[in-house]
Structures are given as C-alpha cells and as structure tokens.
C-alpha cells in the first residue's frame, strides 16, 4: 500500500535531523576538551605574576666583544648543559671520523761541516799526511800541552839555530850521530859550539828482527864524554809486540851500564822508505802499546825518556791522548818552522848536514830544555 507523499516526507525527515543533532553534541565534545587541555597548561595571570620566570638579558653586541665574564654569568643564571644547545648535535660523532695529520717532527739541523781551508785557518785543526798520501785534519785536543814557544825568537847563525827568551839564551845545540856520520872528531864538535850529542845505541833489524849494538856506539859514547860533551842515547825499533818492546829497552840498559848519561833515552820507530819492514803490519794501538812498554821500562830504571818521531808519525801513527802528556817529545820536522801543535823538549830541524869534525852528514837538534840540570 502505498504511503502518502506527505509521510515520506516526514519519514525521511527525522533520521536526518537526529544525525546533525547528533554530530553537532560531538563537535562541541571535543571542543570542550580542548578548552579544558589548554586550561591546564596556561597559568592563569595571577600566577604568572606571582612566580616570574627569569629572562636571560642577552646583549646584541658581537661575539668578539664580549668578555669572559659575560659568558660566565650566562652561564651560571642559565644552567645551560652542552644537550641544551641545538647545534651541539650537529657535530657528535664528527671527529671520530676526521683524521688529523701529525706534525712532522724536525730533524736535527744540518752542521756545516768545515772545509780544509776553514781548518787551517781556525787554530783548532792539524793536518797529517799518511804513508799512503792521504791527508787527514785532527782536531786538536784540548787534554796535551800545546806548545808554549815564540819561534820568533828563533835564531840561526851558520845553520846553528839558538833560542832567546827575556833576551836571554834559553837553548842548547845538538849533533844526532851513527855508524852512518863515519869518523868524528868531538872535540871539533865542541869547540864549534855543540852542546851535546845522541848517539844511535843500536836497532832491531826491519826484516831479521835480530836486536844489534851500533858498530860506532862504544867509540863514540868514550870520545863525547871525553871531549865534554853531553850524551843521550837512541833505539831504533822495530818491535813488533810488548815482549820484544821490552827485549829492546833492557838491551839499552845493559849497553849503559859502564857509562853515565845525562840527556835522554829515545824511542825512535819509523817505516822503511821504499821497502817493507816488520812494523807494516801494525796498527796504532799496537804500535803505541810498543812505545809505552819501551819507554816505561827505562824510566824504571832512573833514566829520562823522550818519544822521537814526526808530526805526522806522533799523530797520525800513534794514539797521541796518553804518549803526549806522560812522554817528552824529540819532534822531527825540516821545516822553517813547525806546525806541531804541542809541546816538544827538542827540535831536529835539519838533516843531512855538513857538521864540522864530522866525517859524513850528521843532523842538527836544538833543546828547549837543559837536561842536565833534571
């Protein structure tokens, strides 16, 4: 049966209002409850007023001219922690992956190392020529007596050399002699001025090693000391260990039993010009430990000592720290005047002479020192 258009209208009408009045109570709802949330997280004025949250009173003056102060006030009214910074985050973690480059560490700074010129120029330096002709500069050691000389007051007069100190005479003249200077006549040597005379005892042979008295030695030790003359003695070595170092100087002290010296004993050892001899094979060491046997041995016995050699045999073929300060030296140099920087007692400074009243060649020592007065 079919309704009247009046009652469609009504039956549709009334779902249709329930539905807006519905929807309408449920946006009020949540409009309420939002009024209430907000209610509760807004203080109401009088409580505002009555607790006061401090604002920080941050100046606008740039960073660069705020002081240190400045900061820490805001700090400390602010309790900031480094998690209440936005930008603290930006940067965690960063570092771990930035490696940084250490800094190279200096290296020493270089030294300048002197030039043969700058050494021979600089008071600290001596050359040595070796036997193979290589040259070395040594430095020189603070621990030896340096020279105490002013070869200015050197004087030579007929190849005689004297030397004046305060004006005074302050040395004596030597004549070194061997079988090898032939016949001599003493007495001429004396009154030519010559103080006193060494005399070569003997040698070791440089190939047979066999230990012989100098063929001249007994007449010339009687004819000097007969004459007035002073005597020193010297060995020509070529000992090739301690033991025969120390065969030699007993030797010496044997031969000079009958006589009375008054000038020193001499080591003298030296290579063979243009051959091999038995020392070739020894070092500086050895070579020093043979000196050192040799001249401690004599001086046990009361006689001086004197280490003979030249710069270059002193420095170069020696170990020089010890032999120098505990030995007096008997340098061998032919030149005007010596570059040897330490101390030396005696000076042969001409070889190869023409001596009066004596048969062959001899050579020309000077003394600083008057050994007869030790």
Partial sequence: MRLSDDDDERGVGAPVVYTIIGVSVFILLVLAAVLVSDSRRTPSPAKAKATPTPTPQVETEAYGEQSDADFETLYRENKLRSEDLDFWDMYSGRDADIEVEPSPTPGPTPTHEPTPEEMAADGKHTKVTYRDGTEEWLEI??????????LTNLKITAGKMEYYQDGEKNSWLGVDLSKD????DFEALKDAGVDFVMLRLGSRGYETGVVSLDENFVANITAAQSAGLEVGVYFFSQAVSVEEAVEE????????VPYRITYPVAFDMEYIVNDEARIDILDKDKKSQIAEAFLSTIEKEGYRTILYGSKNWLLGELMPDKLLKDYDVWLNDQSPVPDYPYQFKMWKYASGQIVTGVEGKASYTISFVDYTRK
């Fill in 141 to 150: 050691s603070e621990n030896i007596p340096l020279y105490s000389y002013d």
């Fill in 181 to 184: 200077s032939g016949q001599v």
């Fill in 249 to 256: 100087a007993q030797f010496v002290i044997s031969n000079l």
